[in-house]
């Protein structure tokens, strides 16, 4: 009788492994369907580099396509309305797809 308990139990903890393992797989390998998922969305979006320009004086911004020699602190041209130095304070990445939705 003993015996008997033992091995039903040893079933009941067989089977609860067998569907933790079971469980355990589905969740990985969604998550890695999710990723790859995401890594495509990225590649297929294409990505435009904005530059942002602002004045030391923080009086006017502009924003522009990203150019080659582009880097955060460079001093990029005149302020139209007070002549300071304009520098860029920001380069950043958008997706060149026009959101319909919003
Ligand atoms: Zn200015």
């Not at 999710?34 to 004086?57: F, H, Q, S, W, Y």
């Not at 990203?66 to 302020?79: L, P, W």
């Not at 007070?82 to 950043?92: E, H």
Request: charged letters at 25%; proline letters at 3%.
């Amino acid at each position: 009788m003993i015996s008997m308990q033992i091995g039903g139990d040893v079933f009941t903890w067989l089977l609860i492994i067998v569907l933790v393992i079971m469980i355990i797989y589905m969740v990985v390998s969604g998550i890695g369907y999710m990723r790859k998922k995401d890594r495509a969305t990225i590649e297929d979006t294409p990505l435009k580099v904005i530059t942002t320009i602002t004045c030391i004086n923080k009086d006017y911004t502009i924003e522009r396509e990203f150019r080659e020699g582009d880097f955060i602190g460079k001093i990029e041209g005149q302020c139209p309305k007070c002549g300071s130095s304009m520098v860029i304070d920001k380069i950043y990445t958008i997706p060149i797809t026009i959101r319909k939705r919003e």
